[in-house]
Nanobody, 126 residues
Framework: QVQLVESGGGLVQAGGSLRLSCAAS????????MGWFRQAPGKEREFVAA????????YYPDSVKGRFTISRDNAKNTVYLQMNSLKPEDTAVYYC???????????????????WGQGTQVTVSS
């Protein structure tokens, strides 16, 4: 089992940056594929970024590609989401997610993940 705790959310002006962190408990963090998702009020949860177990592979949807960067530090049991050039439409609760995997796979579907954090609010003002 792994428990996830997000941090780093807040209020930022459009064009600004934030870095979210997701700290995981347990000793097998390096066996987990990790992802970030977000959910805005009245909208479905959507995929934001994913990273493989080693961090060697990442994937982003077009909506954040070139602005967001996912990374991980397996020695610190932490995954990060660096968000630059933020837009008001990036406003949402951001969640990190984890799933134990046997290979260097990337998971983009929220239903593939088995563990979720409690979320952190990101608000981008115009």
């Amino acid at each position: 089992q792994v428990q996830l705790v997000e941090s780093g959310g807040g209020l930022v002006q459009a064009g600004g940056s934030l870095r979210l962190s997701c700290a995981a408990s347990g000793r097998t963090f390096s066996f987990y594929a990790m992802g970030w998702f977000r959910q805005a009020p009245g909208k479905e949860r959507e995929f934001v970024a994913a990273i493989s177990r080693s961090g060697g592979s990442t994937y982003y949807p077009d909506s954040v590609k070139g602005r967001f960067t996912i990374s991980r530090d397996n020695a610190k049991n932490t995954v990060y989401l660096q968000m630059n050039s933020l837009k008001p439409e990036d406003t949402a609760v951001y969640y990190c997610a984890a799933k134990w995997v046997a290979t260097a796979t990337i998971l983009t579907n929220q239903y593939d993940y088995t563990h979720w954090g409690q979320g952190t609010q990101v608000t981008v003002s115009s």
